[in-house]
């Protein structure tokens, strides 16, 4: 699994887990999320875009923007007492920045020696109406700045000892993969 996906996964079962509003109704992807007879309010989350900041060699530093949308439909279920379609938008994206902004660290199951992410960052928010469909839905578009270092692949980076024209015997290769068909 690549690490940005365990980051997104690792963030929405979080959500699923505290976010009381939406009662686990958060989705890790932005590909039709929602049901058509979806129950609201609902979240979903994916990466939008995913830069190289500095690069090691042996490894990058990435910076990866991941949204997080919370959707409220009209006459949605929720526990407020006078029903406010603004304040409920509202009071889920709250929720959201309160239970990201307590992640400390999350432990790295995808196998490098890497933490899962260095740092989770809040970068913006918009709010939004759709009521083309009549369906009166309202978003609320939470982003944040995820860095996070990935190891590459070690490749063949030179060749010592070479000192007999092809002469496989003589050639040590830097890498840890095995080469096929040099035996």
Partial sequence: ??????????????LIDNLTIVNGRVFSGRIAPYPKD???PAVSIYNRQDD????????SLRSNDMSII??????SNTTLDNYDF??????????VEKIISRIISVDNLTGDPFKLFEEIVYSSSTTSFNDESGDNIGYANITYTIKYRVQRPIEVTGLVDFDEVDS???????????LQGLN
């Fill in 1 to 14: 699994m690549l690490k940005k996906t365990s980051i997104r996964k690792n963030i929405a079962q979080l």
């Fill in 38 to 40: 979806s129950v609201y």
């Fill in 52 to 59: 190289v900041e500095e690069d090691y060699g042996d490894h």
């Fill in 70 to 75: 919370i959707a409220v439909k009209e006459n």
């Fill in 86 to 95: 603004d304040e409920v938008v509202e009071n889920a994206q709250n929720e």
């Fill in 168 to 178: 496989y015997q003589h050639i040590d290769i830097i890498n840890l993969r095995p």
